[in-house]
């Protein structure tokens, strides 16, 4: 009984892990998004499926889990890495809830022993703000927080709470999820939060698509995000104070040069 949680990065195999692939293609059955089944699917066309549409996630991972519990290996694939903003924590939640004994796959001496519970692996893979932050330049270089504007199971006044402190702590800041037909709202909200404490000539960095058919970069600043076309695969990089704009690239320094002679 084992279940792998997958990290397909952008979703193109040229940039998934090695594991990745390997797994992908030993698994008895593949559980995940539609969208992201689609993706891999040169990898899994002889595989039983597992398809879900979007707001299906807790489903999507029962199932998952149900399969590998009946002995066969199951991968559940998330897009990026598993445990950002993916499939990952629900399957934490979920086996939690239900009392399932977990053991690293990893582990030899766990072994296959199905009375021992559920081996679980996680497979990493690149997030978005990674392969945005790649496609920007070099805007992570030092302290950052990633903040996701989907209020869908996030309170939006903890949102901006976080927004607020992490404009005021001179993070830069990685928004996910920064808009969509439903909401069209917040980001315009989180630029008026993060305007309080940086000025408006900040430079942020607009990735759309990374790594796929569909990307897009652009930049802007701070003053003029609420112009910027972005949508749900979209990854937003609003600098810090230390953060610059070089020819077409965008990047933080970390300090070297108050350090060193470069």
Known sequence: MILYVIGTGPGDIAYMSQRA????KQVDCIAGYTTYIDLIADLVQSKEIISTGMMKEVERVEKAIE????GKSCALISGGDPGIYAMAGLVFEICKQRDINLLRAQD????PDSAQGLLLEIVPGIPALAAGAALAGAPLTHDFAAISLSDLLTPWEKIEKRLSCAAMADFVIVLYNPKSKKRD?????????ILE???GTTPVGVITGAMRENQN??????DQLDKAEVGM???VFVGSSASLRYLDFLF?????SKKYDI
């Open 185 to 193: 709202w917040q980001l315009k909200r989180a630029q008026e939060l």
């Open 67 to 70: 399969h590998a519990l009946t």
């Open 108 to 111: 030899k001496e766990a072994g």
């Open 21 to 24: 692939i390997e797994i992908i």
């Open 197 to 199: 404490h940086r000025e």
């Open 252 to 256: 933080t320094p970390r300090g070297y």
């Open 217 to 222: 970069i652009s930049f802007t600043t701070l």
């Open 233 to 235: 695969q979209t990854v």
